[in-house]
């Protein structure tokens, strides 16, 4: 098990995808608005927990189900397809901690405008932390002459969210990071995110798209037919 607490100069925050996610497809934004921005991420980064934690599991693939060493059971074509040229994954789990959660609820009573660049810049945190967790599995990788697949988390496609618990378990977050499930299967506190990185021995180059972000089921930019928010 591999357990890590960032600090706040190991996260790189692009504000830019934080306006994006707000809907302002250029970046000519008024003082008022830049200077909440500026705020926001400075109160953020006193308040944010970096935590993440992976375990590499080796894979069992059958017709029906990819087993994570019968800790995890999934049955999905999507990931069988992905993880076609694999015979290990990482699985992780990340989160940002309580405290954010809180102070999007305080800001959703007290001051709407600022609740909403908290919820954008908090999704970018959590996205940015997913990053600094996969360019640590990435070497984990390049150490056994593989390539990683894309990053992809239970909601996507037709991985049912149903398999949080079990992840969960598998990496024993709650103990180590402090991330639990609710009973309709909700990542408590909410910005966080769990996800199953395949290590390709193939070599495999996979490009960075909608398809691994966060917010794909209800981003602007994927309905629209936009390939990405990020520019």
């Known amino acids: 098990m591999n357990v890590r607490y960032l600090s706040n100069d190991q996260i790189n925050i692009e504000k830019s995808v934080a306006l994006r996610y707000l809907n302002y497809k250029n970046q000519n934004i008024d003082e008022n608005t830049n200077k909440l921005f500026d705020e926001s991420i400075k109160e953020l980064m006193e308040i944010c927990q970096f935590k993440y ?4 599991f080796s894979l069992k693939k059958d017709d029906t189900c990819i087993s994570f060493e019968n800790q995890i059971n999934i049955r999905s074509n999507d990931l069988k397809s992905l993880f076609c ?3 290990k994954s ?3 789990a990340a989160t940002i901690g309580f405290e ?6 305080y800001y959703n009573i007290t001051d709407l405008s600022k609740a909403l660049v908290f919820d954008a810049l908090a999704t ?4 940015a932390l997913c990053d600094a ?11 056994e002459g593989c390539s990683i697949t894309l990053r992809y988390s239970p909601g996507y496609g037709d991985v049912s969210i149903s398999h949080q618990g079990e992840i969960l378990s598998a990496l024993d977050a709650q103990k180590l990071i402090g991330l639990t499930v609710s009973d309709s299967s909700i990542l ?5 995110v ?14 960075k798209s909608c398809l691994n972000c966060n917010l794909f089921e209800s981003c602007n930019y994927s309905k629209e037919g936009e390939k990405s928010c990020v520019k």
């Open 53 to 56: 934690v992976f375990r590499i």
């Open 100 to 105: 954010t959660e809180k102070r999007i609820r």
């Open 90 to 92: 990482a699985v992780m």
């Open 85 to 87: 040229h694999c015979d």
């Open 133 to 143: 967790a996969e360019a640590e599995i990435k070497e984990f990788a390049a150490k």
């Open 124 to 127: 970018t945190f959590i996205e």
């Open 188 to 192: 408590i506190p909410r910005k966080s």
């Open 194 to 207: 769990t996800a199953f990185i395949g290590f390709d021995k193939s070599k495999n180059i996979y490009k």
